[in-house]
C-alpha cells in the first residue's frame, strides 16, 4: 500500500524551515526516508523503526509517530543543497515481508538564495 | 565495496525490440528490488527479489515483464516487445536485508523510439 506525502511541492528561502509528512492507513514496520536530485539516484537519509522514535543528522530529522502511522520529516535552516525530491519508503510487516519498499510519490523541495 | 552497479545507464530501443536492463547488487546484499521512474514522477515499485527467489511481482505489468536474480551473477529485468509507454528510468535497490537500508543504483535511463 502506497504511503501518502504532503506537502507536494514547497518552495523556501535559503534559511527556512520545511516539514514533510509521511502517512498511511495502517501501523507501518518502519519508514526509509531519501533524497532524490534530478536525473541521479536517490540517497538514503534514515530509517525510523520504532513507534515514538525522533532521529537525525545536521538539520535534518525525523520522527515516528507512536502508532506508527505517520512520519515527519524535518528540515531545519534549509540550506540550497536541500533541493531535490524527498521520498518516504515504507514497509508494512517485518523482515521477510512480500511487500518489498514501497515509496510515496515524492514532495519536490525548492530552496531558494 | 563498490555500490549498486546498474548498466547499461542509457537503453534506445525500437518498439517491438527486447530490453535488458542489468543490477549488480552490492557485495553482500541478497535483496533486490526494482523500481520505475516518469519524468517528475515517483518511485513505482515493480517487484522484489532474493537470490533465485521472486518474493513480490505485484507492481509488474502482467505481460512482457519479467525479471530475475540468479545464483550466479546480476539481477536482470526484461522487457519484451517494448513499447513507448515503458519509457522510463528503471532503479535497481539492493540490501543486506529486507528492513535495512536499501542503496540505489544509477539507473537505466529507458527510451524507446
Known amino acids: 500500500q502506497q504511503p501518502v506525502q504532503s506537502p507536494q511541492a514547497v518552495i523556501l528561502r535559503e534559511g527556512e524551515d520545511a516539514v514533510i509528512n509521511c502517512s498511511s492507513s495502517k501501523a507501518l514496520y518502519s519508514v526509509h526516508w531519501y533524497r532524490q536530485k534530478h536525473g541521479e539516484a536517490p540517497v538514503f537519509l534514515m530509517i525510523l523503526l520504532k513507534g515514538g522514535e525522533q532521529k537525525g543528522h545536521d538539520k535534518i530529522s525525523a520522527s515516528f509517530n507512536e502508532k506508527k502511522q505517520q512520519s515527519s520529516l524535518y528540515l531545519t535552516a534549509s540550506q540550497l543543497s536541500y533541493s531535490g525530491t524527498y521520498f518516504c519508503g515504507t514497509e508494512n510487516t517485518a523482515g521477510g515481508g512480500a511487500d518489498g519498499l514501497t515509496f510515496g510519490k515524492g514532495t519536490h523541495l525548492i530552496i531558494q538564495p | 565495496n563498490a555500490g549498486v552497479m546498474q548498466n547499461p545507464r542509457h537503453l534506445v530501443r525500437r518498439r517491438g525490440q527486447e530490453a535488458r536492463l542489468r543490477c549488480s547488487p552490492m557485495?553482500?546484499?541478497?535483496?533486490v528490488y526494482w523500481y520505475r521512474q516518469l519524468p517528475e514522477e515517483g518511485l513505482k515499485f515493480m517487484v522484489y527479489?532474493?537470490?533465485?527467489?521472486?518474493?513480490?511481482e505485484s507492481g509488474m505489468p502482467k505481460e512482457r515483464f519479467s525479471a530475475e536474480f540468479p545464483k550466479e551473477g546480476p539481477s536482470i529485468l526484461r522487457i519484451q516487445q517494448v513499447v513507448r509507454g515503458d519509457s522510463a528510468a528503471y532503479f535497481c535497490a539492493s540490501s543486506p536485508t529486507v528492513s535495512d537500508r536499501a542503496f540505489f543504483g544509477q539507473g537505466t535511463r529507458l527510451t524507446v523510439v
Open positions: 527479489l532474493q537470490k533465485e527467489n521472486i518474493i513480490d
Open positions: 557485495k553482500g546484499h541478497s535483496h
